[in-house]
């Protein structure tokens, strides 16, 4: 054993990576270590693909153990189980970038393995991961046109931008964006800001550009020093004639098929032009597949170059234009907020519902436990597409679009203490016809005003696509699907008027420059104000209220020495609020009761019962009590909900008083004053007409 390591400083962090110890079966396997984060990455791939594999099996799986950060799993089985939506999304993250990077015709299954095996609780480990994988698949000999590197970045006006910043300082940053890409061009960008400018968000992704560059060359000079086998790939066969076969019999057809603007109509007549190829020309020398493949090809050539001769789109859209939307909001009657979000044949349904504290989601992390009041989901159903599917738990898809979707509406929401709700939206797709996860934050945005959250300002989202051929590019605004299909970049924006919320890019080429990702921005900035435009002609600002179907909710401060008190002993008093006026308490250590019912009235009601509980006794004050218990020296009286006082037997009457029980019973009700109140908060009352008239 003979393993070998490469340090390097990456900001004010220095990196470690180390091979040649650990997992050697695999083709390539690092070590990649900063402060006391250690991710294991391992690449192992196939060294044939199956016959007839017409797609690139690659497979991304981070995977966090508990064990990184000293903890034990929680719940029933102590061990790992299905993956945390953290680890879905990272997974994402790193495949998103690297699967470009391998030849077209590359169709071996490679299998990519992140472990966080130690985590210091301070910094994401997916930064490190990506480091790892970007070094192992350079390492591994499999055709890998990297290396790959990645960068964090943050953003405050004081410092400006920030090079891996830590979670602390994230949560005083205005940016966190994570960048990949080769040494000459950007692969990918996912983010999410506070309102940032153009200008800002493409500074960033130029910073993370010029600080990367540290990574890139030292894992050249780990290949270096390693040494590396290049793979032998199965020479491809000479398939001319057949595509000039295709050619010659289709190129007019398929060009006629993507004049029909309709989706279903254009995809009836595309597939009735490959069934016929696929009879009349298939034979045990030319396999169906290799047909297929062939068509699919001469398909993208011809929409392509279509767009970049003649600046018009499949649908005869120009490059910039948005097509049609059509919006309606409250369209469920018995939700808390709704909207039907239509562009072009892409449709959402977002719904919102509200509900208490105790109703927000927990997360058990590597970096500790937390709460998430905020939740946006995204269902895709295959009905959306006219196709029949599989009906299950949500993919990966499912989840990151949601999560864009999310991060795209995070900036604009009030603060808890403004508006104390857990908020959940949905949205359900529909229709799909290009970019649902952009419809998702419109008709989310739309959806959340009806339903009365207080949004700072609307958001609206677009995608934006790329065909670029030699120095030739066009960027689309709005893409379609079969755009997205064919094209070479799916870059989407959010935002508000005011600047970008979100930004998310993914490229099928080998990167893009400055020159493009600016004209992008800038196209889909006029693309945003356009559909915000469109919003604010149907619902403008916030209702003033939330819908008569959400729960009412107020807060109130309380001294938190009384937090107990309102607790009572084993939860009792609590329990009888609750049960008494119909609302839901929930207190934190700080003091703050939040009160959630179906009325105001039950809030109110709730409101009074904390207040009487917690109210500082004053002398002076006339109370009306119930007599709780009967003694030879005097009565005591509740005043106030665990609060009770004691009338003395001399302060019963202005007259002698021979006996307690002459004037008094238990559950009696009666008013008394309050005369005193001692050094260890015993209440002394009296119920005498002559102190009780003065007052």
Not at 120 to 132: L, Q, S, T
Not at 158 to 187: C, F, H, R, W
Request: aromatic content about 6%; glycine content about 6%.
């Amino acid at each position: 054993m003979n393993p070998i390591k490469k340090s390097f400083s990456f900001g004010s962090k220095q990196v470690h990576l180390e091979t040649g110890r650990i997992a050697r079966q695999a083709d390539a396997s690092v070590m990649v270590t900063i402060d006391e984060i250690c991710v294991l990455v391992t690449v192992v791939a196939s060294k044939k693909a199956k016959k007839s594999q017409d797609f690139f099996p690659l497979s991304v799986h981070y995977q966090e153990r508990a064990y990184a950060a000293g903890k034990i799993p929680g719940g029933f089985i102590k061990r790992e189980g299905r993956i945390s939506e953290k680890e879905t999304l990272t997974s994402r993250l790193i495949d998103r970038p690297v699967r470009p990077l391998f030849p077209k015709d590359f169709m071996n299954e490679v299998q990519i393995i992140c472990s966080v095996l130690s985590s210091d609780k301070k910094n994401d480990p997916d930064i490190a991961a990506m480091i790892g994988v970007s070094a192992a698949l350079s390492l591994s000999g499999i055709p890998f046109q990297g290396p790959l590197a990645a960068a964090r970045v943050g953003f405050n006006e004081e410092e400006g931008y920030l090079l891996n910043p830590s979670y602390e300082q994230l949560a005083s940053s205005t940016l966190d964006m994570v960048v990949a890409g080769t040494k000459d061009a950007i692969m990918m960008v996912e983010s999410e800001a506070s309102e940032l400018s153009e200008d800002k968000m493409l500074g960033a992704v130029l910073f993370a550009k010029q600080e990367y560059q540290c990574v890139i060359d030292t894992i050249h000079s780990l290949v270096e020093i390693c040494g590396r086998t290049d793979w032998k790939l199965e020479s491809s066969v000479d398939q001319s004639a057949l595509t000039e076969t295709i050619m010659t019999t289709y190129s007019q057809k398929i060009s006629e098929a993507y004049q029909v603007p309709e989706k279903a109509k254009r995809n009836d007549l595309l597939q009735t032009w490959r069934d016929e190829a696929v009879k009349t020309i298939s034979s045990e020398d030319c396999l169906e597949s290799d047909i297929l493949k062939i068509f699919s090809a001469l398909e993208k050539k011809i929409v392509r170059n279509y767009i970049l001769d003649h600046k018009k789109r499949i649908d005869g859209r120009d490059l910039e234009t948005v097509r049609p939307i059509s919006i309606d909001v409250d369209v469920l009657p018995a939700t808390h907020g709704s909207a039907l979000f239509t562009r072009g044949e892409t449709q959402a349904l977002a719904v919102v519902t509200l509900g208490s504290t105790r109703d927000a989601q927990q997360v058990d992390s590597l970096e500790g436990e937390k709460r998430e009041p905020f939740m946006l989901h995204y269902n895709f159903p295959p009905y959306s597409v006219g196709e029949c599917g599989r009906l299950g738990p949500p993919g990966r898809r499912e989840i990151g679009h949601g999560r864009l979707a999310r991060r795209g509406i995070q900036a604009v929401l009030p603060s808890e203490k403004a508006f104390p709700y857990t908020i959940r939206v949905v949205s359900e797709i529909t229709e799909s016809n290009g970019s649902s996860s952009m419809a998702s934050v419109c008709g989310s945005s739309l959806a959340l005003m009806d339903a009365g959250v207080p949004l700072k300002a609307p958001v609206a989202g677009i995608a934006m696509g790329l065909i670029k051929e030699a120095d030739r590019f066009s960027v689309l605004t709005d893409i379609l699907g079969d755009e997205d299909h064919l094209g070479d970049m799916d870059f989407k924006v959010a935002g508000t008027e005011k600047g970008i919320t979100a930004l998310q890019m993914d490229i099928k080429i080998a990167g893009i420059t400055e020159e493009i990702m600016e004209h992008a921005l800038l196209q889909a900035n006029k693309a945003r104000l356009h559909i915000l435009q469109q919003m604010n002609q149907v619902l403008s600002e916030t209702r003033h209220q939330v819908s008569k179907h959400a729960p009412r909710t107020l807060s109130i401060q309380i001294n938190p020495e009384k937090i107990r008190d309102v607790i009572g002993k084993g939860g009792a008093m609590i329990r009888s609020i609750c049960e008494e006026t119909g609302a839901t308490v929930d207190i934190e250590d700080t003091g703050i009761v939040k009160i959630y019912a179906n009325s105001q009235d039950a809030c109110a009601a709730a409101e009074n019962k904390v207040m009487e509980i917690t109210s500082e006794i004053e002398i002076g004050t006339i109370y009306t009590g119930q007599v709780v218990r009967l003694a030879d020296f005097g009565a005591f009286v509740s005043i106030l909900p665990g609060q009770d006082g004691l009338v003395h037997i001399s302060q019963i009457a202005d007259d002698r008083v021979n006996s307690v029980e002459d004037y008094l019973s238990v559950g009696q009700t009666i008013q008394v004053i309050v005369i005193d109140v001692d050094m260890k908060g015993r209440i002394k009352l009296s119920m005498k007409p002559s102190l009780l008239e003065k007052v």
